[in-house]
């Protein structure tokens, strides 16, 4: 018997980004600042984590390079970002967040309204069950999974088959 599709985990992960990220765009609205498109806020999130090449962005994205690159030209027209010719190779460009105040600006106040998301998903759903969702999250899964000819694990939601 296989799984329902709405069974799988990764609807619910994906559902999460789609609500951090909307309540993240509410709230920065709501200070002032101009709507972002998802691509653009999660293309700032790649670069708070640390990732510098628009071609790594665009891989972690799943999406063209030229798309990525069009997003980062538009938010360096913003003042958000900046772009440098990676002195490693010379024909890459690495994307860094702009020095100046607009772009502290408001990542500050993107700062401020995680903390304030995250505080009420924790007292939505409770502080113990928030910290242990936040742990699985944190936790090491290893490389992702590739096929193999072992059999499938059995389902976590239908107990294994009995003989006799």
Known sequence: MSADDSDFIWKDLLAAVYWFDESLQLYLKSAGW?????TKSLI???ISEGWERSNQIAENLGLTRQAVHLAIKELQAEG???IEVDPQDRRAKRVFFAAGDQSEQMRKEARQALMQIEAHLAATVGADEFATFRNVLRRDWGEPLRPSAQ???PSLTQPPTQNG
Request: glycine share 0%; hydrophobic share 45%.
């Open 44 to 46: 700032m999130l790649n």
């Open 34 to 38: 101009p709507q972002m498109s998802r």
């Open 80 to 82: 958000l970002v900046s």
């Open 151 to 153: 059999p499938p694990a």
